[in-house]
């Protein structure tokens, strides 16, 4: 599986990007779809995901609460981040995957990771 991550760029702090994973056939709906992003120097960190529990939920890393937003198209097959309120400390290159229906925050859980996509954020 292939998934194609989309959307980054350079936006200034306090603007918003909306990322895209795209994937292949009906992938989605029977995995957790996690964010993660990766900072220079840093490890790649969990930002956000979807899952199944009986019913599709979000679930979110703390510093991006409230900002960030997971959602998905089922009809696109695609799985959506919404970014807002970016600050500085967001800038990082940003990779979709794919983790257990259960869900997990845990990089080591997921694969089928995308080329990742570049978000900047000058302050």
């Known amino acids: 599986v292939q998934l194609q991550a989309s959307g980054g760029g350079l936006v200034q702090a306090g603007g918003s990007l909306r990322l895209s994973c795209a994937g292949s056939g009906r992938i989605f709906s029977s995995h957790t779809a996690g964010w993660f992003r990766q900072a220079p120097g840093k490890e790649r960190e969990f930002v956000g995901g979807?899952?199944?529990?009986?019913?599709?939920?979000?679930y979110y890393e703390d510093s991006v609460k409230g900002r960030f937003t997971v959602s998905r198209d089922d009809a696109k097959n695609t799985v959506y981040l919404q970014l807002n309120s970016l600050n500085p400390e967001d800038t990082a290159v940003y990779y979709c995957a794919l983790g257990p229906r259960w869900g997990s925050r845990q990089a080591r859980d997921f694969g089928s990771w995308g080329q990742g996509t570049l978000v900047t954020v000058s302050s």
């Open positions: 979807i899952r199944w529990r009986g019913s599709y939920s979000t």
